[in-house]
């Protein structure tokens, strides 16, 4: 093993710990809470005594939220040293607070990259763990916990623990995707994946309906390892662009010394009426009208074809101070392409003014307890909070609950506890494993008193 110097996150790094206390929210600025956050570089210090672990607040809900009495969460954003690295192997060991925009620095261009990746790179390794995030290549590559070999985390009991695929099995199932509430992940070891060159060759054309975006999306997954598609669910027939790519050999990728783009930020909050059917109307036909009815191939740089929206820094501003939720649900494989195409329609009918929907397809379920993702397609859509938001969510969820689907934890806000459980047959197995490792319930969250009903 190797060690590698950790380029730094645009933040401020300090030694010593700090708790400060501040108004604390997800990405989607809703709900915002009042809390405690101790900041500081040493995570097993940091992590004693605090009932909650956050990393870049990039979950859109309140899951890296601490609960109404629960006192200082820790937050992992200077515990971001990468520990160890085998060149020969692609095996990472870093503390939990490596941001995936620093890991991408240091090894993209040495032929390493993520084998998952989500839609931003502003997010740590635990928090990959705790969201068991997917990609655009979950058809293929399954979810991020799939690839990491072992985690050292501090239970709820205190204990200090090594877990892994094949040590305290149970424990290490059930953090994969239990939303940081088995214990404090300290350290993630993960195995990266070998790419030929730092660049992605892409292909995307448009389709004129729901049903054949969501067929060609699925039939794309067969010889393509990312695949992603856009939908304009404010259009009556659901029409969007289906984009496919593959990472670039040498000869393909352009001759040109590779870097990363800057961003440009949103320095204040838009005023909440910017964002309304009209001019959502005009952008999703301005975006379509841009790509043209013609098949795209090119090369893309893995900042625009992973992250596009990175290069906005603070775009959840455009939505108004109170801000947005994203809606993630997965309408099961079985159900098939029909009840997905029926449920784009359930959208649009609600009402609630679906500005951006992204879908995927979703391969085999992974071992997490919690773990979101199952075979079917799967919608994110991001809607505008308003009074009318938590009736339409429910109206959403019935209609994901009776096709066997369910919710992801690290977009939710609104989601009711009957609803949760309606669509999470695998509560009781994950409330077993944190019964034996933080019998007091030490850890928990905003989110888990409303979804689990822990203690405020
Ligand atoms: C623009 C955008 C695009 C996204 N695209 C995708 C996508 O394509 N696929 C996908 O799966 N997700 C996606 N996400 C969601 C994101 O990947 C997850 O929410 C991720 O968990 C955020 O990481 P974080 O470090 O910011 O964690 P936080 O938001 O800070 O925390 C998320 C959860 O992890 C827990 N946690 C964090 N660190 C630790 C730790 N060290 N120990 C224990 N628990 C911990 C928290 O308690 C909380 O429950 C996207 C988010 C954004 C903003």
Redesign the pocket.
């Known amino acids: 093993m190797r060690s590698v110097a950790t380029p730094v996150l645009p933040v401020t790094r300090n030694a010593t710990a700090t708790s400060a206390a501040t108004r604390l929210s997800?990405?989607g600025r809703s709900p915002v809470v009042e809390g405690l956050e101790r900041i500081g570089e040493d995570?097993e210090r940091l992590t004693r005594d605090v009932s909650?672990?956050?990393?870049?607040?990039?979950?859109?809900g309140d899951?890296?939220l601490p609960a109404k009495g629960g006192g200082t969460i820790a937050s992992?954003r200077l515990a971001d040293r990468i520990l160890a690295f085998d060149p020969e192997t692609g095996v990472l060991r870093a503390e939990?607070?490596l941001?995936l925009f620093a890991l991408n620095r240091a090894l993209l261009d040495r032929g390493w990259f993520t084998p998952v990746?989500?839609?931003?790179q502003?997010?740590?390794l635990?928090?990959?763990?705790?969201?068991?995030?997917?990609?655009?290549n979950h058809h293929e590559a399954g979810?991020f916990g799939r690839h990491v070999s072992r985690l050292l985390l501090r239970a709820g009991s205190g204990d200090i623990v090594e877990t892994g695929p094949d040590v305290e099995r149970e424990l290490f199932d059930a953090t994969v995707g239990g939303?940081?509430?088995t214990?404090?992940?300290?350290e993630v070891e993960v195995r990266l994946k070998r790419v030929n060159s730092p660049w992605i060759w892409s292909e995307s054309e448009t389709a004129p309906d729901f049903e054949t975006l969501a067929e060609r999306l699925v039939d794309a997954g067969r010889s393509w390892p990312y695949t992603v598609a856009w939908a304009d669910l404010l259009h009556p027939s659901g029409r969007g662009i289906l984009v496919k790519g593959r990472w670039a050999e040498p000869g393909e990728a352009p001759t040109t010394k590779f870097t990363w783009p800057g961003a440009v930020a949103i320095p204040f909050d838009m005023p909440g009426w910017a964002i309304n059917p009209l001019s959502m109307r005009m952008f999703n036909a301005l975006y379509l009208a841009k790509h043209g009815r013609r098949t795209r191939t090119g090369i893309a740089h893995p900042q625009s074809f992973f992250y596009p929206?990175?290069a906005i820094l603070d775009w959840?501003r455009a939505y108004g101070s109170r801000g947005f939720t994203q809606y993630q649900c997965v309408i099961p494989k079985e159900s098939g392409v029909a009840a997905a195409a029926k449920f784009a329609r359930l959208v649009r009918e609600t009402g609630g003014l679906p500005c951006l929907v992204?879908v995927k397809d979703f391969g085999p379920e992974g071992p997490g307890v919690l773990s979101?993702p199952k075979p079917g397609i799967t919608f994110?859509i991001d809607l505008p909070v308003t009074d009318v938001t938590p009736g339409l969510v429910a109206r959403l969820n019935d209609v994901v609950a009776a096709e066997g689907g369910r919710v992801?934890?690290?977009?939710d806000a609104f989601t009711s506890r009957e609803h949760f459980r309606a669509m999470e047959p695998r509560l009781a197995a994950f409330d077993d494993v944190r019964r034996r490792w933080d019998p007091d319930r030490k850890i928990r969250?905003a989110?888990s008193v409303r979804l689990l009903g822990d203690n405020e």
């Open positions: 997800g990405w995570l909650l672990t956050r990393g870049l607040g990039r979950s859109y899951s890296s992992t939990a607070g941001s990746s989500p839609g931003t502003f997010v740590t635990g928090g990959m763990v705790a969201s068991d995030v997917h990609g655009k979810t939303m940081g509430l214990g404090h992940i300290l929206l990175d959840n992204v979101f994110a992801y934890l690290t977009k969250s989110q």
